[in-house]
């Protein structure tokens, strides 16, 4: 079974880094893209995060741009999303999920459990 | 302001049909990105529910079925039951965006 486990949230403050993990099983994890989406606390989803599978190829939303940065270790089967200069407006619950193809755009399937990041002083 | 304007709340009582509508615009469904639903229960991470408009993964009843036309999509569960009540997000890719994934809202979907 498709597995991906986030870690690395956690109580940050404004202005501070994070840098969020997720260790992926049970499939060929070079062969797909992977994004990173957040829901912040009662609020819907967001798009946060892209890269190929080769990570060639990065995306991200406005919201994010400038600020974090995507990247993945195909060796060690693991997405990252380092997140600088953090705001509050970043607190969420912050979720890895595997496109289906190589290249960034299709569908989210499956995704993790999340790990929450708490944005406060 | 999602990208992609759902409903924020629907409801059915058991046995009926509701549809949940995904509307876009020429940027996004338009301009013929296809359309994805998940199901998220309180607590938990969404699921795949209907990819590329209208395919359902294996293991989704085919209660649930989805449709894109134009500038919108929606989603119809029939036969409404209590373990359906849930939040539901369409989701697609913005070329404006420089490809952006894109989310609606979401939609609280009550069985009465």
């Known amino acids: 079974e498709v597995q991906l486990v986030e870690s690395g949230g956690g109580l940050v403050q404004p202005g501070g880094s994070l840098r969020l993990s997720c260790e992926a099983s049970e499939f060929a994890f070079s062969n797909h893209a992977m994004s990173w989406v957040r829901q912040a606390p009662g609020k819907g989803l967001e798009w946060v995060s892209a890269?190929?599978?080769?990570?060639?190829?990065?995306y991200y939303a406005d919201s994010v741009k400038g600020r974090f940065t995507i990247s993945r270790d195909n060796s060690k089967n693991t997405l990252f999303l380092q997140m600088d200069s953090v705001r509050a407006g970043d607190s969420a619950v912050y979720y890895c999920?595997?496109?289906?193809?190589?290249?960034?755009?299709?569908?989210?399937?499956?995704w993790g459990q999340g790990t929450l990041v708490t944005v406060a002083s | 302001q999602s990208v992609l304007t759902q409903p924020p709340s629907v409801s059915g009582a058991p046995g009926q049909r509701v549809s949940i509508s995904c509307i876009g615009s020429?940027?996004?469904?338009?301009?013929?990105?296809?359309v994805h639903w998940y199901q998220q229960f309180p607590g938990t991470a969404p699921k795949l529910l209907i990819y590329a408009n209208s395919h359902r993964p294996s293991g989704v009843p085919d209660r649930f079925s989805g449709s894109k036309s134009g500038t919108s999509a929606s989603l119809a569960i029939t036969g409404l039951q209590a373990e359906d009540e849930a939040d539901y997000y369409c989701?697609?890719?913005?070329?404006?965006?420089?490809?952006?994934?894109?989310f609606g809202g979401g939609t609280k979907l009550t069985v009465l």
């Open positions: 989701q697609s890719y913005d070329g404006s965006l420089s490809g952006s994934g894109v």
């Open positions: 999920v595997k496109d289906h193809g190589h290249n960034y755009g299709s569908w989210f399937d499956p």
């Open positions: 890269i190929t599978g080769s990570g060639g190829n990065t």
């Open positions: 020429s940027s996004n469904l338009g301009a013929g990105y296809d």
